[in-house]
């Protein structure tokens, strides 16, 4: 399951049994967890655009967060921008995926291929409608997230 925190911790008092409870009925959560979710997320991953397909079809959520990273959360366009995969993003976005949507700490797909030098998935990203001027929770831009992770060719590419 995907969910960062543990049963343990949260069935141990009161409060984290609520919050345990709630977590089907927040909206960031929608769907995490979930056999299909957790197919698209590695799909994504892996750049598998069959699997990514399959998923969908299985009913995974295009815009689902998956949390098993940390706190911040990433999406399947995210996994699929890190690992610079052109071909898996092109089907998450003509599935639906938001291709500005910002997680909790305001990160978008567009950011993390920024952090992780992938040139070819920032290029479809911004193909695709990216908004380059969004600012992370940091305040940094994809230009600037690119620039302070070493990738220089790439930060003037977003500016």
Same mark, same amino acid.
């Given at each position: 399951m995907r969910i960062g925190i543990s049963r343990r911790v949260a069935f141990g008092n009161i409060a984290?049994?609520?919050?345990?409870?709630?977590?089907?009925?927040?909206? @960031?959560?929608?769907? &995490?967890?979930?056999?299909?979710?957790?197919?698209?997320? +590695?799909? #994504?991953?892996? $750049? /598998?655009?069959?699997?990514?397909?399959?998923?969908?079809?299985?009913?995974?959520?295009?815009? @689902?967060?998956?949390? &098993?990273?940390?706190?911040?959360?990433?999406?399947?366009? +995210?996994? #699929?921008?890190? $690992? /610079?995969?052109?071909?898996?993003?092109?089907a998450l976005v003509a599935a639906g995926a938001q291709v500005n949507l910002q997680n909790n700490t305001g990160f978008t797909a567009l950011h993390r291929a920024a952090e #992780?030098?992938?040139?070819?998935?920032?290029q479809t990203l911004l193909e695709l409608g990216a908004d380059k001027s969004l600012r992370h929770g940091g305040g940094f831009t994809a230009s600037q997230v690119a620039m302070e992770s070493g990738h220089m060719e790439l930060a003037d590419l977003l500016k």
């Open positions: 984290g049994f609520a919050l345990l409870a709630a977590l089907p009925a927040c909206g @960031a959560m929608k769907g &995490a967890g979930s056999s299909a979710n957790d197919q698209l997320m +590695s799909a #994504a991953q892996a $750049g /598998n655009v069959a699997a990514i397909q399959g998923a969908l079809a299985d009913g995974a959520d295009v815009n @689902a967060f998956d949390y &098993a990273e940390g706190r911040s959360a990433r999406t399947a366009l +995210s996994y #699929a921008a890190i $690992g /610079n995969h052109p071909d898996a993003i092109r #992780a030098g992938s040139t070819e998935a920032a």
